[in-house]
């Protein structure tokens, strides 16, 4: 769920208030946890989400890359064979929403053709979880998490790259978690985001 509030009614307490409500609602559906992705920026809301029991769980970052046409040797994984070192986090973003990166969703993910991967001499140096979500919008892709070496890296966002031109996207954008370093030209930082969790 997006939530933002106008400014007209900021600093009245109805904020916290739907929070309350929405995380209510969650508990009857029996979710253990709930989170929220605040521009790192935004002190008022992240003092907010901390006084209603959230925490910092990770922080992310957004970038913005242009399709262009690019030399790599990043490929689509096959299966989820040997990907499981790669795994650095507990969430993926998928559309801006933050799911669990465990084994079996890894798994589940390559064999749907989401998993990039980067190989040298038969050994996996990064990986990556593009999404092909109808929730975003037509002329953007969106890669939702990122891991590997310098080099590899490099090459996955490449790949992404000529995947974007070869099908005709404006834009690509990139969630990768605050600790990745990315180094391409024309990747276009844009904002730090954290991301709040709270156990309900």
């Known amino acids: 769920m997006l939530f933002r509030s106008h400014p007209n009614f900021r600093r009245k307490g109805y904020a916290s208030k739907i929070i309350i409500a929405t995380e209510s609602l969650a508990r009857k559906k029996k979710l253990t946890f709930a989170r929220m992705i605040i521009a790192d920026n935004n002190k008022r809301s992240l003092k907010m989400a901390r006084s209603l029991g959230y925490t910092l769980e990770d ?57 990039i991967t980067y190989s040298k001499n038969k050994k996996i140096l990064a990986m990556g979880i593009w999404n092909k979500s109808s929730r975003l919008d037509d002329d953007m892709m969106q890669l939702g ?55 309900l």
């Open 145 to 199: 998490y990122l891991n590997g070496t310098k080099d590899g890296i490099k090459n996955i966002l490449q790949f992404m790259q000529n995947k974007g031109f070869e099908e005709k996207t404006e834009r690509i954008q990139l969630l990768i978690q605050h600790g990745i370093k990315p180094n391409l030209k024309g990747l276009d930082k844009r904002m730090l985001f954290c991301l709040m969790k709270k156990e």
């Open 59 to 115: 922080k992310w970052w957004l970038y913005n890359l242009a399709p262009k046409k690019q030399s790599t040797t990043a490929r689509l994984a096959k299966n989820a064979k040997n990907l499981e070192s790669m795994i650095q986090s507990t969430t993926y973003s998928e559309s801006w929403n933050w799911l669990p990166l465990t084994k079996p969703v890894l798994t589940k993910l390559a064999n749907a053709g989401r998993v």
